[in-house]
């Protein structure tokens, strides 16, 4: 079985290169990575050409003007020729080595999309833990609460995208959340949580970016639910807050203990 991975990267240059390593350690073989940039100026294409050979042909990448991150991801699905598709930000790297291989035998199972866990770090302190996101506790009920599995560990079958749909451009900061909702709310495809941190993510993306992002997400979500037929209310979904702040504290708390 064959992945997919799509990096999706706009002026990453000071980020790309722990991203295309970790790639390049994971110990799955069949695989096919590319990467979508939005038209780089800072050194991010250099560093692009410059990891290349190290893939053995394993690598494609485009680099044109877009309407923005979704878009960027859909050119991604619709140029993958892998049975699974997964993304792995431009400021991300993986856990660990094994992540793919794990990921993929979970889809032994028979499933059409497998989720994990994300550690959320400091961008210029990737040692510093910030919160720790778990899916453990994700029921495909949770999601009119605003819940869903962390993104960046959600990998899925492609014809599942090629029945359902990729994201949704309408949506500003929310299409990954709207994308899920669709898959996994409304049609209900088959989905396993891998009891593993698949991703480590570095602080300061689209969608955790202060108030005003916050209350686009929840924008997005209202608009969502009802275009899809999902009941939900402003209460409903301010309750996942709840969690946010817990996460935070115990990132804060787990901080204190490593540093002591």
Excluded at 1 to 13: D, G, P
Excluded at 115 to 129: A, C, E, I, M
Excluded at 254 to 259: F, L
Aim: aromatic letters at 16%.
């Amino acid at each position: 079985m064959k992945f997919s991975l799509i990096t999706v990267s706009y002026n990453s240059a000071f980020t790309l290169e722990d991203t295309l390593n970790s790639v390049l350690s994971q110990n799955y073989p069949n695989i096919e990575y590319l990467i979508i940039d939005g038209g780089s100026t800072d050194g991010t294409l250099e560093i692009i050409k410059k990891y290349e050979v190290r893939f053995k042909g394993k690598l494609r990448w485009i680099s044109e003007r877009d309407k923005g991150l979704y878009d960027a991801m859909n050119k991604g699905i619709n140029m993958a020729t892998g049975d699974v598709v997964g993304f792995l930000n431009s400021d991300d790297f993986f856990s660990f080595p094994n992540v793919l291989s794990s990921q993929m035998a979970c889809f032994t199972k028979g499933v059409d999309a497998v989720y994990g866990d994300v550690k959320y770090v400091q961008r210029k302190n990737p040692s510093k833990l910030v919160r720790y996101y778990s899916s453990a506790t994700f029921k495909r009920w949770k999601m009119r609460m605003g819940y869903m599995p962390a993104h960046p560990t959600f990998y899925c079958r492609k014809k599942v995208y090629q029945r359902y749909g990729n994201f949704n451009l309408h949506y500003r900061v929310a299409a990954d959340f709207e994308c899920l909702l669709r898959l996994i709310y409304v049609y209900q495809i088959k989905t396993i949580y891998n009891p593993m941190e698949i991703v480590t993510m570095r602080t300061g993306g689209a969608s955790n970016n202060g108030l005003i992002s916050h209350w686009q997400i929840m924008k997005d979500h209202l608009t969502a639910f009802r275009e899809n037929g999902v009941y939900s209310n402003i209460f409903i979904i301010s309750l996942r807050y709840f969690s946010k702040v817990i996460d935070l504290v115990k990132g804060q708390f787990n901080n204190m203990i490593y540093y002591k």
